[in-house]
């Protein structure tokens, strides 16, 4: 059983920055990097959307809507991975979710609030 707490949330301007981090428990440093980790965003009334995803190998995705403004990254031995949001706009406003999944298994966390003011 793995369990994921987000940090790093908060109220920013528009044009700021905030670096998230998802911090991972209940598994080994090996283990964990069998986990593919996402960052996923969920606003008001709208669906969960994924922004980025560290896949098990190190490969990296991004959303169009951040692709240049975000940037994930892992510290396999702190078992943490990082989303450093720059250039924030007010559509970033949303809970903001890590997920850890591979074959059989798919964790989420609860979440950190993000709102960017204009």
């Known amino acids: 059983q793995v369990q994921l707490v987000e940090s790093g949330g908060g109220l920013v301007q528009a044009g700021g920055s905030l670096k998230l981090s998802c911090a991972a428990s209940?598994?080994?440093?090996?283990?964990?990097?069998?986990?593919?980790i996402g960052w996923y965003r969920q606003a008001p009334g709208k669906e969960r959307e994924l922004v980025a995803r560290?896949?098990?190998?190190?490969?990296?995705f991004y959303a169009d809507s951040v692709k240049g403004r975000f940037t994930i990254s892992r510290d396999l031995a702190k078992k943490q991975v990082y989303l450093q949001m720059n250039s924030l706009k007010p559509e970033d406003t949303a809970v903001y979710l890590c997920r850890a999944e591979r074959i059989g298994y798919d964790y989420w966390g609860q979440g950190t609030q993000v709102i960017v003011s204009s």
């Open positions: 560290i896949f098990s190998g190190g490969d990296t």
């Open positions: 209940g598994a080994s440093g090996v283990a964990f990097s069998r986990y593919n």
